[in-house]
């Protein structure tokens, strides 16, 4: 019966971390500014294998030119120089960016929601079961 205490308590830790991530991406979204970013050029990583990661240069609204370059490459490369994509940055520390895509966004609230509700379930569920089969 333990196992399912430490069930429902990891399900619980991860959806209130998830939730912290959302309301710290909504808060993120609402202050920062949009702007196109264009691809620069394309840095090579090597892992396992040889990755690319595309490097984007943006200008903020004063006109200062800042560059991001994405945290994962990808084998073949999914970005060529020369493409655009819509950046938020925070007006704030405009060197503080992120694509504004869904995924890129809110990955973190989507893979700890993706864990921790099945584990909430799964622990939770042991003890209404516990309850309505006595």
Known sequence: MWQY???LGAGLILLLLATFSFR???AFIKKSEKTTGTVVSIRTFQSEEEVYAPVFSYRTKDGRVFSYELDEGTNPP?????ETETIL???DNPSR???YTYFRL???TVVLISIGLPLLVVGGGYFIA???LK
């Open 78 to 82: 999914s970005w060529e120089i020369g």
């Open 24 to 26: 710290n991406t909504l």
């Open 97 to 99: 960016a992120r694509l």
């Open 106 to 108: 809110f990955m973190w």
């Open 5 to 7: 205490y430490i069930l």
């Open 89 to 91: 940055y925070d007006p």
């Open 130 to 132: 516990e309850i309505f």
